[in-house]
């Protein structure tokens, strides 16, 4: 939540000069000498396990030793409370984890005994797990407002009641981005007083700590001391967490940092990121999503809804049917969570003992095929144990996408393109996560794209000197699905468009053209899909007047 929460992004000036010297600290530790930047870490055996989820070798597992990678969002409960259906929710898209936020009464309401308990019980019935985070002291050193580690301590352990026995499903982290861009060297000793606290009140459970610099260590604070930090913790089970936003906007930083911790064997997640552009920067979310992937580390989004900076809600107002282009990107991209997630086993979602994998299930046949859905279906696997699931890919010569997951033996593949040819294909898994040979192929053309009708909704979301953030809302006002659109309109005042995510520009002069990214494609009868960009501009920005999508005239709302 930015005006609550702010990550802190630098302006301009200060992003230079700040990004200069972190470079220059970075060059220091991490080339000149490595081992001072982050130490390898000696293999040892937790002195006190957690009696469920834990840390061993730099890995979370589970309590029955099963590696456990979240893929998950953060919800925002602490201010919206009566929010709790969004955990259903969020599973319902094939999440495995949420981030909740709390407050421990520092500086918003705090959440009571009883409010914390059925925040977990929600997660529990949903078959989350459930990351608990205290966000009062988000900023503290820059942000006068935030609170210390030390009274978050004394709030979780004024939970211990609640939490204790919950290991297997909870995580506890400690404080949100508990220091600002102010002396960040200031970070490493409350953070291990406050692990030191926790752990002597008796707490088991696997402790999460966020990093300085508003949760992006752009200074390589947590890089630097994340060993001395870890060997604080006498049962081992701590697990760093990096917020990657604007500071993140190569693919360099990103994977040069979340390597850094592999390498040294210690424990490390994305606890929190965003993707859309601002005047900041432009965050590389794919880089992050795919090096989570290739290294298997935990990512949770941020967020879900009730941003009160609207291009980092992953569905608005709360309605899951209704995702924003980052939230389509974050469930169902490449190494999104509808691809990636795995069901905690504690939730009874695989057995590890089980090897023998299901029967290939029948050939695929199609029906109900539109412009942009198929629905499929096809003869059920048998397995020794039983099936938990199906999942559908698509075909290409020698390469496969997961684009759809089922329950059952049928599903409709939805978000294709219209007057395409695609070949599709099913693999069965059970719950110990055994997969099936494929099935044999079926071929499907969609259908041709309808025309719609359309109405544009455009307007400068933040303005500075020499430039702007801007945002498109095109909505379909017609009763079929648009597919494959392109949108056109000019500027007046001879504003060019430097970044853009939803979509790809291309700009001659003034006239601008819109192609959809993949997750933005296909505009839903009555429904919307949103734009936004990053500009140069001069001291006029009028906005555009004209619009039109596929050729036809929009109106402008």
Not at 219 to 244: E, P
Not at 375 to 396: E, F, P
């Amino acid at each position: 939540m930015r005006t609550a929460r702010s990550t802190t992004r630098k302006d301009p000036l200060a992003r230079l000069l700040t990004g200069l010297a972190a470079l220059l600290g970075l060059v220091v530790l991490g080339v000149l000498c490595p081992t001072a930047a982050l130490a390898q870490a000696e293999p040892r055996a937790p002195g006190a396990r957690a009696t469920g989820l834990h840390i061993s070798d730099g890995r979370l597992l589970e309590g029955n030793g099963n590696d456990f990678v979240m893929r998950g969002v953060n919800h925002a409960h602490t201010w919206y409370p009566g929010q709790t259906q969004s955990l259903a929710d969020i599973k319902a898209l094939g999440a495995n984890s949420v981030r909740v936020v709390l407050s421990d009464g520092h500086r918003w309401t705090e959440n009571s005994p009883a409010d914390v308990a059925n925040v977990v019980a929600q997660c529990k019935a949903n078959r989350l797990i459930c990351v608990l985070e205290v966000h009062d002291t988000t900023g503290y050193g820059e942000d006068t407002a935030a609170g210390t580690l030390d009274h978050a301590a004394d709030y979780w352990i004024g939970l211990k009641d609640v939490l204790a026995g919950e290991e297997n499903y909870v995580i506890v982290n400690i404080g949100n981005e508990p220091w600002g861009n102010t002396n960040p060297a200031g970070w490493t000793d409350p953070t291990i007083a406050a692990i030191k606290k926790l752990r002597t009140a008796g707490f088991e459970h696997t402790i999460m700590v966020d990093a300085p610099n508003w949760g992006q260590d752009w200074q390589g604070v947590m890089r630097a001391n994340a060993q001395s930090v870890h060997d604080a913790d006498t049962t081992g089970n701590l697990i760093f967490s990096i917020h990657m936003y604007s500071v993140y906007d190569t693919a360099q930083e990103i994977t040069d940092y979340l390597n850094a911790f592999v390498d040294a064997g210690l424990p490390i997640l994305i606890g929190e990121f965003g993707g859309p552009a601002d005047q900041w920067g432009d965050p590389d979310e794919d880089t992050m999503m795919a090096t989570a992937e290739q290294l298997d580390l935990g990512y949770l989004a941020w967020s879900w809804s009730g941003n009160t900076d609207p291009i980092l809600d992953l569905s608005i107002g709360f309605d899951p049917d209704n995702l924003s282009s980052w939230g389509q990107r974050i469930f169902h991209g490449a190494n999104g969570i509808a691809q990636t997630a795995e069901e905690a086993t504690v939730f009874g979602g695989r057995n590890p003992g089980d090897t023998q994998a299901p029967t290939a299930p029948g050939t695929p046949t199609a029906s109900a095929v539109t412009a942009t859905s198929a629905a499929l279906s096809w003869t059920a696997s048998t397995d020794n144990v039983g099936i938990a699931g199906y999942d559908v890919v698509r075909v290409s010569g020698s390469t496969e996408t997961k684009v759809a997951a089922s329950a059952t033996n049928s599903v409709t593949v939805t978000g294709l393109t219209a007057d395409t040819a695609y070949t599709f294909a099913v693999y069965a898994r059970d719950a110990a996560g055994n997969r099936s040979a494929r099935s044999a192929t079926v071929n499907v053309t969609t259908a041709g794209a309808p025309a719609g009708t359309c109405s544009v909704a455009y307007r400068a979301t933040n303005e500075w000197s020499g430039g702007f953030q801007g945002e498109i809302v095109i909505r379909n006002t017609g009763t079929t699905a648009i597919s494959g659109w392109t949108l056109a309109f000019a500027f007046a005042n001879g504003q060019t468009i430097t970044n853009m995510w939803g979509g790809t520009p291309t700009q001659t002069g003034a006239t601008v053209s819109v192609a959809p990214a993949s997750y933005t494609s296909t505009i839903p009868a009555a429904g919307s899909v949103t734009l936004g960009f990053i500009a140069n501009k001069g001291a006029t920005n009028t906005a555009p007047t004209a619009f039109t999508l596929n050729g036809s005239a929009c109106t402008t709302a």
